[in-house]
C-alpha cells in the first residue's frame, strides 16, 4: 500500500520536476556554459568559418613573429592562369575566342596585380573594348584569401600553400586564432568584467537597488501593511489589500506607463505645480535621485503587495487566544507584534526575503520601461546590463558569452545570498519538531 502511494505521489510531481528542469536546471546549466564562450553576432552560435580581413591584417602586423613580407603576402592579391582559373573563367561566360587565347598566351604566368593582368589582357586581339568588362574577365584569374570564407581549417591552410605562404607553428596557431570567425572557449568574459571600469559602478548600483527596495517596501513596508490591516475590521482590511494588489496585478507596461502619465515633464505632478509657477521637470529623468526615487517606488509597491499578501495570512493562522491572553496581562499592540507576531513570521519573512532579494537581482523590466538605465546610466543595475551586453546591444554585436557570464555572475550571488539568509534565520531551529510532539 505505502509502495502505491509513493508511486501515486510521484506521479503528480512529475509535471513540476519537468517544468524544474525545463524552466530551471538547463537553462542555468547553459548560462554556465555560454559564460565560457565567446559567442556573439560575429561568431554565431553554430561555428565558424575562417576569414583574413583588414581588421586581421592590422592585428597580425602588430605582432613581432609576422614579417612585413609575409603580411604583404596575405594582403595581397594575385592574378594566375592556370586549368582552375580557366575552369572557372569558362562558367562565367567569358568569350570563347578570348578565353582560348589567355590559355594559349597567358597559361602559367602569374601576376602581382590587377593592373598588371589587365595590361597583358589588353595585348590580346579578342579582349573586350570596354574597360569594365576588361576588369570583370580578369575577376575569375584572382587568387586572394582576403575576405574569403574558408569552412574548414584544412581548407584555410590549403589556400595559404597556393599562395606560396608558408607558416611555421606559432605563425599557424595565431593566424589560425586571428582568422577563426566562431565562437571558442574562454575565461576572458571574467577576466574584461574585473577590468572593466563599470562593473563595479553597476555593481554599487545593484547593491543600492536591491537593498533599499527589499528593506524598506518588499519587507518594511510589506510588514506594516500586514500588520496595520490585520487590527482592521475584516471588510476594511480586505479592501485596503485588494488596493494593494493593483500594481502586483496590473501588467507591466501599463503599470510604467501609469507611473510616467504622473511623472513625466508634460504630466499629473508637473501640471499641478506649474500652478504655482514652478517649471515642469521630468522626476523621472531630470536627475539622478528622482529617477532612482522613481525606480525603487515602482519596484517598491510590487513587492510590498506580494510580501502583504504572504505576511497577512501568515497572521490570520496565529491563534487568537495568544492575542487575547496578552492583552489580558495588558500587553500594548507594540508589545504584540514584538513579542507574538513577529516571532511567529520567521518563516514567511525568511521566504519574502529570499525570494524578493532573487526577484530584485534578476529582474529589470520595469526599469527598462521607466528610465531605460538612464540618466547617462545611473540607474542601469546588473541584470539591465547583461540584457543590454547579451540581447539589445546599440552598438549591434551582442555578446552572448559576455552576457551569460554577467547572468552567472547573479546566479552564484543569489546562492550565496540563499544561504546566508538560512544561517541568518536560523533555519535549523526553524525545522525542528515542536518539543510537545517529541
Not at 18 to 40: K, Q, R, W
Not at 94 to 117: D, H, M
Not at 354 to 378: A, H, K, V
Request: glycine share 8%; charged share 15%.
Amino acid at each position: 500500500m505505502r509502495q502505491k502511494t509513493s508511486l501515486l505521489g510521484l506521479g503528480f510531481m512529475t509535471p513540476a520536476l519537468l517544468m524544474v528542469l525545463l524552466f530551471f536546471l538547463i537553462p542555468v546549466v547553459l548560462t554556465g556554459v555560454f559564460a565560457f564562450t565567446n559567442m556573439s553576432t560575429a561568431t554565431g552560435i553554430s561555428g565558424g568559418d575562417y576569414m583574413v580581413t583588414p581588421q586581421t591584417i592590422k592585428h597580425l602586423s602588430d605582432n613581432p613573429i609576422f614579417g612585413r613580407a609575409l603580411i604583404d603576402k596575405l594582403g595581397s592579391q594575385t592574378y594566375r592562369v592556370d586549368e582552375e582559373s580557366l575552369k572557372k573563367a569558362a562558367g562565367e561566360g567569358i568569350k570563347p575566342a578570348f578565353l582560348k587565347e589567355i590559355s594559349s598566351e597567358l597559361r602559367g604566368k602569374s601576376f602581382q596585380s590587377n593592373r598588371e593582368f589587365v595590361r597583358s589582357l589588353k595585348k590580346l586581339r579578342n579582349r573586350p573594348r570596354s574597360t569594365r568588362d576588361l576588369k570583370l574577365a580578369a575577376t575569375p584569374f584572382s587568387r586572394s584569401i582576403l575576405n574569403e570564407r574558408f569552412a574548414t581549417e584544412t581548407a584555410f591552410i590549403d589556400a595559404l600553400g597556393e599562395l606560396d605562404i608558408f607558416l611555421d607553428d606559432a605563425q599557424r596557431k595565431t593566424l589560425l586564432a586571428e582568422a577563426y570567425t566562431g565562437w571558442s572557449w574562454t575565461t576572458e568574459n571574467f577576466k574584461t568584467m574585473i577590468s572593466k571600469p563599470a562593473t563595479s559602478f553597476i555593481a554599487l548600483n545593484t547593491v543600492f537597488y536591491v537593498a533599499t527596495t527589499l528593506v524598506l517596501f518588499n519587507i518594511g513596508f510589506a510588514l506594516f501593511l500586514a500588520v496595520t490591516t490585520f487590527y482592521l475590521p475584516e471588510g476594511q482590511a480586505t479592501f485596503f489589500r485588494a488596493v494593494w494588489l493593483l500594481p502586483r496585478i496590473s501588467p507591466p507596461v501599463l503599470y510604467v506607463l501609469l507611473w510616467k502619465w504622473m511623472l513625466w515633464d508634460n504630466g499629473f505632478l508637473s501640471t499641478i505645480t506649474g500652478w504655482f509657477g514652478i517649471a515642469p521637470f521630468n522626476y523621472m529623468l531630470g536627475s539622478v535621485t528622482s529617477a532612482w526615487t522613481a525606480v525603487i517606488l515602482i519596484n517598491g509597491f510590487i513587492g510590498a503587495s506580494m510580501g502583504m499578501l504572504i505576511f497577512s495570512s501568515a497572521l490570520s493562522s496565529i491563534p487568537a487566544s495568544m492575542l487575547y491572553a496578552s492583552e489580558v496581562d495588558g500587553a500594548s499592540r507594540w508589545q504584540q507584534i514584538r513579542h507574538i507576531i513577529l516571532p511567529q513570521l520567521r518563516w514567511p519573512i525568511l521566504f519574502v526575503t529570499s525570494y524578493q532579494t532573487l526577484s530584485l537581482l534578476t529582474s529589470f523590466q520595469e526599469i527598462l520601461l521607466s528610465t531605460d538605465g538612464g540618466p547617462g546610466g545611473s540607474t542601469t543595475v546588473w541584470s539591465l546590463e547583461a540584457y543590454f551586453t547579451a540581447l539589445n546591444n546599440y552598438a549591434g554585436n551582442l555578446q552572448y558569452g559576455y552576457g551569460a557570464s554577467m547572468a552567472l555572475v547573479l546566479v552564484v550571488v543569489g546562492i550565496f545570498l540563499s544561504l546566508l539568509y538560512l544561517r541568518v534565520f536560523k533555519f535549523n531551529e526553524l525545522v525542528v519538531k515542536p518539543r510537545i510532539e517529541n
